[in-house]
Every structure is written in C-alpha cells, then in structure tokens.
C-alpha cells in the first residue's frame, strides 16, 4: 500500500502477480510453488483467487477457491502464512473483500455459490497463527473461534439482503454494503464480533409530499459496485 510502483492482481488460476506501475511488466507471479496459495487440482500452478486486499499493518490478504486454507497472507515481511475457517472451506469464489480500518475483513461469497452471504474475520493480530482467530458467518460451526451467526440484519431483525456484491469504507469509517437489493450502510464495525445481531441501515429517502413517509433509497434495485472518493462522495 505505500509503492506507488506496483499493484498486485489475483487471477482465476494463474495465482497473484506483482506488476510494475511503470513499465507493465511482471515483476513477480505468486503460485503453489512459492507461496501458500494452494492449486485446486493438487498440482502447482492452477490457484483461483478472486479477493484481494491489503489489511492495516500492511499483510496482503488473497481469498482461494475450493481448498480447504482460503485464505492465503503475505506478510509484510514478505513471508507466506495461511488461515483456515469452517465457513471458507472449498468455497467456490468470492466478489469482494474488504478490510476494514479495525482489520476486520468482510468477504462476499458470490451467488455463484450455493451459500452466498457475508462472512468476517479478523487474524487477532497473527497472521501466523490462525488458532487465536474470530469469525462469523451465515452459518454456525462448532469452533471456539466461531462468534456466531451474521447476515445484513435492519432494525427490524429482517434480513436485507445475502446477495453482497461490493463494499466499501468511508471516511468516517462507516462501511457499505452493494447488494441485490440497494444499499446497506453499517456503523458497529469495530463491535462486529461481540453484537450478536448487528444492525445494518438502508437510506431512507424522505417523500416530501406532506406526509412523514420516506422510502429506501434504490430499493430493490442491484447495486453492483460502489466506489468512495476524496471527498467522501459515494460512487454507484
């Protein structure tokens, strides 16, 4: 996150690469020969990761698919590890993840898959030792680790959405959620492991037509990407 002359792209089977932001050219691919990016078909070089993201002390974060360790780190000391959670287990792909200024990271598991919904972890602070780890998912394991149930919960405990496409964090550190059906904004991230049922909020666009009813912004519309810029406008 601090070289402006390179970007890492993960790619459906070919593994990670590290390009260079001047020339274009490839200064290093990452597979299952010298990483801990795993191939699916038990060979070296077909590793399929879709997620990618940087956490806050600098880790690079890959999600893979259809193994058992989906989450592969590179550390900032340029050192592979790997975390292990029931709820990521030989998943087929993600859309997204995000990793939040509290270093807790949201994946969105795609409706490509039979289970789609959100999950969040958070590595406590080591990447190398996955066994002091929480999460929690649409689903419950029994997992020391597990802390419990999650979904895009409103106010009134319905759920608003499982289909995530896109997220993003703020400048005020508040995160938001492109889903299937509008917008979800979410303020409890820093407690997201100790609610046990999280609120996230939809907009609500005042009607202005004598009356005190509003509307929920771009309700039931698919949102499929959501951007923020230096200003704290949002993208959609």
């Not at 880790?59 to 893979?64: D, E, I, K, R």
């Not at 780190?73 to 050192?79: F, H, L, M, T, V």
């Not at 059906?181 to 820093?190: N, Q, S, V, Y």
């Amino acid at each position: 996150p601090n070289a402006r002359d390179s970007v890492y792209f993960s790619t459906w089977g070919s593994g990670v690469f590290k390009v260079n932001t001047e020339d274009g050219s490839v200064t290093q691919r990452y597979t299952a020969e010298n990483s801990t990016l795993m191939d699916i078909l038990g060979g070296s070089a077909y590793t399929r990761n879709a997620a990618i993201a940087y956490d806050m002390d600098g880790n690079l974060h890959v999600c893979q698919a259809e193994v058992d360790a989906a989450i592969a780190i590179k550390g900032a000391d340029g050192q592979w590890y790997s975390c292990s959670y029931p709820g990521l287990t030989k998943f087929h792909s993600t859309r997204m993840m995000l990793i939040s200024s509290n270093n807790n990271a949201y994946v969105c598991k795609t409706d490509m898959t039979l289970n789609p919904g959100i999950f969040v972890y958070n590595t406590n602070g080591t990447i190398e030792d996955d066994s002091d780890d929480m999460y929690r998912g649409k689903n419950v394991y029994d997992d020391d680790r597990d802390m419990g149930e999650i979904h895009l919960w409103d106010e009134d405990g319905e759920i608003i959405s499982d289909y995530i496409n896109d997220i993003i964090e703020d400048k005020n550190n508040v995160l938001w959620f492109a889903t299937n059906h509008g917008i979800a904004t979410f303020t409890g991230d820093k407690d997201v492991f100790t609610t046990e049922r999280p609120v996230f909020r939809r907009i609500k666009v005042p009607r202005n037509d004598g009356t005190n009813n509003a509307d929920y912004l771009l309700d039931g519309v698919r949102i499929n990407a959501l951007a923020v810029d230096g200003a704290n406008r949002k993208w959609i």
